[in-house]
């Protein structure tokens, strides 16, 4: 099925930089959504964003949702040791019929924060 | 917050086996719930959408007579890997859909690990 372009696919950082990563695609979607899933655990939500150019914030994550309803970002500000993981994109694609509520995935951001 | 708890959370069988796991929305009525597997350090893919009193809606590729979901409550999503073979052995995750109008959310199991030997 189809997939968000998501990027990058990894990143090294150290403890205290600012993060950044965005998904693409080439439908439009009415809702984007970013999750972080640990090893061994089912996908956390961290920001659900529902309307184009759309700005959410939570705590010292920020997403937006954007203004072509193709594309988001998400930044992590002041990372800290406990935000490695796999941060995921998620999105519903503008669509009726029975299958819209179906979710489309990103291939994920694999995060790693030096102390 | 919504709370979605899937059972087991690991489970290992026997090739030729029948395993079930459990979905179950904790404090919503969820009328769709979905059901993904997930290869080692790979993305999520949808294997199908399960709606609540109707047939479950399978994704291209995914054999339903070898992954039976049953939907019979609202409350409640039931996946049957029957015949498991272990090729079959992956993390499968189920998430629920809750909320109304234009904004709902989609709350995730913490996953099963299936290893079939």
């Known amino acids: 099925g189809q997939q968000l372009n998501q990027s990058p696919q990894s990143m090294f950082i150290q403890e205290g930089e600012d993060v950044s990563m965005n998904c693409t695609s080439s439908?439009?979607?009415?809702?984007w959504l970013w999750y972080k899933q640990d090893p061994g655990e089912g996908p956390v939500l961290l920001i659900a964003l529902y309307k184009a150019g759309e700005l959410t914030s939570n705590g010292r994550l920020t997403a937006q949702f954007g203004i072509t309803r193709k594309d988001s970002f998400l930044n992590i500000s002041a990372s800290i040791p406990s935000d490695v993981g796999i941060y995921f994109c998620?999105?519903?694609?503008?669509?009726?019929?029975?299958?819209?509520?179906?979710?489309?995935f990103g291939k994920g951001t694999l995060l790693t924060v030096n102390p | 917050g919504a709370v979605v708890s899937q059972h087991p959370s690991r489970v290992i069988c026997k090739s030729g086996t029948s395993v079930k796991i459990e979905c179950r929305s904790l404090d919503f009525q969820a009328t769709t719930m979905f059901w993904y597997r997930q290869f080692p350090k790979q993305s999520l893919m949808l294997m199908a959408t399960s709606n609540e009193g109707s047939k479950a809606t399978y994704e291209q590729g995914v054999e339903k007579d070898k992954f039976l979901i049953n939907h019979a409550s609202l409350t409640l999503s039931t996946l049957t890997v029957t015949s498991a073979h272990p090729e079959d052995s992956s993390f499968y995750i189920c998430?629920?859909?809750?909320?109304?109008?234009?904004?709902?959310?989609?709350?995730f199991g913490s996953g099963t690990r299936l290893t079939v030997v």
């Open positions: 998430s629920a859909r809750e909320g109304q109008g234009a904004k709902y959310g989609y709350t």
């Open positions: 439908s439009i979607f009415n809702t």
């Open positions: 998620a999105g519903r694609r503008a669509r009726s019929g029975g299958s819209n509520y179906k979710l489309t």
